[in-house]
């Protein structure tokens, strides 16, 4: 894909204890914590561990000692290595029935709001080329890029809504692709001494950690804070099994830490809502949770003490339903949504086309005189209804008739007879 150049604003290393935000104690704790847990005895270790830099870990590992929680107990190599004392195991348990965590220091969530300004969604600046290309595998009606291309360099609220089965969620998808770049996306976050995981390997794709190796670091040209990863820009897709809770912190009552929800995961890309009026929660209730975040760029979230806190709202919600949406919204949630995309059937030409691709795509050479059939004889018993997933969803059938028979993958018209036969009866069901 040709995208232009985007700058990348790579977080600073934090040369010193002060220069992570951390309270230093709050530091301290996490670096005993790691060293009892996970048996880690070296400066290096530490760096490693708690992916600091080795000032940090050496200034840690001198609090921890000149508390009497470490003692030297010899050399590894050029570096000193270290036990915990008595003191410090102690100190260490009492840290643990506060808080399990232990690993990576966290980010201060105010250092994590600057980080969000200089990688915002809304600057992304998508060319009409990177969604043309993005959205090369489609048929796409004329003019929905047009519509599509000013409400994702928004980074406002998009409703894509239209008849079941023609393409909203590859849409969604080929906007997703069409970002394009990276961000640096926090492992864990700190607000008022709580941590809160952010980093998800399913959401944030393809990460790259800064290398420990200074020659690494050369050859590379890239320098970071190594408690963010360097990830594309995360995409969070969910469906009918969306809820309320879902978008709330999750608090794990045994280590004491908080799983951050899928819209802060999801912080600097985007969030597709697909199938929208087929989860538990009504749609307006699910509407209703976003407003505040969509129009002031902040999330409200509570801890466990009920302690309510700010985080960065920035991300491109993409809403997808097959209802109209004066079905499932009132006037005022409508207002609040900038974009609303209506993706209609295909008409008979695009039909035509889409058969083609998918053709093409799945090794089976289209027939004329089957086509004619489709669209002469068959597609007639159903008014010209058509829809883009009427083309892969025929072609499987006919392909697995053929695999079951010993027949060639070729197409036939007794084929597509026993294929539509599937098509009919499944969406029969739909109806009722």
Not at 57 to 76: D, F, P, W, Y
Not at 192 to 218: C, F, T
Not at 290 to 312: H, N, R
Not at 316 to 343: C, M, Q, W
């Amino acid at each position: 894909m040709n995208m232009q150049a985007r700058t990348l604003h790579p977080p600073k290393i934090p040369m010193s204890v002060a220069a992570t935000g951390l309270n230093p104690v709050f530091a301290r704790d996490i670096l005993i914590k790691t060293m009892f847990r996970k048996n880690v005895s070296t400066p290096g270790e530490v760096e490693q561990t708690l992916c600091c830099s080795t000032p940090v870990a050496l200034e840690l590992i001198e609090m921890a000692r000149s508390q009497n929680m470490l003692e030297v107990t010899g050399k590894s190599g050029t570096e000193l290595r270290y036990q915990m004392s008595e003191s410090g195991k102690s100190r260490a348990l009492d840290a643990l029935a506060q808080s399990e965590y232990f690993g990576a220091l966290p980010i201060p969530l105010d250092d994590y709001r600057e980080q969000v300004k200089l990688q915002s969604v809304a600057d992304v600046g998508i060319t009409q080329e990177a969604l043309e290309n993005s959205m090369g595998h489609l048929i796409i009606p004329d003019g929905l890029l047009t519509q599509l291309g000013p409400a994702v360099n928004s980074g406002k609220s998009i409703l894509m809504y239209g008849p079941p089965g023609n393409g909203k969620s590859s849409i969604s998808n080929g906007i997703r692709d069409a970002l394009g770049d990276k961000i640096f996306v926090p492992k864990v976050l700190e607000y008022s001494g709580q941590v809160i995981s952010v980093y998800d390997p399913i959401v944030h794709g393809h990460a790259q950690e800064s290398a420990a190796d200074p020659n690494s670091l050369r050859r590379t040209g890239m320098q970071f804070d190594n408690r963010y990863v360097l990830c594309n820009r995360p995409s969070v897709i969910t469906g009918g099994e969306l809820t309320l809770s879902m978008l709330e912190l999750n608090y794990n009552a045994n280590s004491k830490t908080y799983q951050a929800p899928l819209q802060l995961k999801a912080t600097g890309g985007v969030f597709i809502v697909d199938d929208l009026g087929r989860q538990s929660e009504p749609p307006q209730a699910l509407i209703n949770r976003w407003i505040v975040p969509m129009e002031g760029g902040e999330d409200i979230l509570s801890l466990q003490s009920g302690e309510k806190f700010l985080v960065p709202f920035d991300t491109l919600v993409i809403f997808s339903t097959n209802f109209h949406p004066a079905e499932i919204f009132d006037g005022a949630a409508l207002r609040r949504i900038y974009y609303k995309v209506l993706v209609d059937r295909p008409t008979r030409d695009q039909m035509i086309q889409i058969y083609a691709l998918v053709s093409k795509a799945m090794k089976m050479p289209l027939d004329e005189q089957v086509l004619i059939h489709l669209f002469s004889k068959l597609y007639p018993q159903v008014d010209n209804t058509y829809a883009a997933y009427h083309a892969p969803f025929l072609f499987t059938q006919m392909k697995s008739i053929c695999d079951y028979e010993g027949r060639p993958h070729k197409m036939a018209i007794d084929l597509v007879e026993r294929a539509w036969a599937n098509l009919f009866v499944a969406e029969s069901v739909v109806e009722h």
